[in-house]
Nanobody, 117 residues
Framework: VQLQASGGGLVQAGGSLRLSCTAS????????LGWFRQAPGKERATVAT????????YYADSVKGRFTISRDNAKNIAYLQMNHLKPDDTAVYYC???????????WGQGTEVTVSS
């Protein structure tokens, strides 16, 4: 089971990035997916999650209205579209997947996002 996060980089405040999470070795379409982030000196925090069907999503208050999580089960890929980025969004972003009710069992390696002011 492997998850690969990509799409991070350096962007100015107000800009946009789209993170991608590709999966292999698992039944992607049956899993819940999530994006998490860890800023320097802080604990890892949930950013957004999406259920297997894509019909149910959750967003942290800090990103509501700016970030959008989505998934393409046919391609085994999930996205995090990040708009109106702020310096506070600077962090390493991780994608994770898990079976319903089992928490997030598999984690990608992280992709770094830096937002300059």
């Amino acid at each position: 089971v492997q998850l690969q996060a990509s799409g991070g980089g350096l962007v100015q405040a107000g800009g946009s990035l789209r993170l991608s999470c590709t999966a292999s070795g698992l039944s992607f379409s049956s899993l819940s997916l999530g994006w998490f982030r860890q800023a320097p000196g802080k604990e890892r925090a949930t950013v957004a999650t999406i259920k297997w069907s894509g019909a149910s999503t959750y967003y942290a208050d800090s990103v509501k209205g700016r970030f959008t999580i989505s998934r393409d089960n046919a391609k085994n890929i999930a996205y995090l579209q990040m708009n109106h980025l702020k310096p506070d969004d600077t962090a390493v972003y991780y994608c994770a997947a898990g079976r319903p009710g089992q928490g997030y069992e598999w984690w990608g390696q992280g992709t770094e996002v830096t937002v300059s002011s």
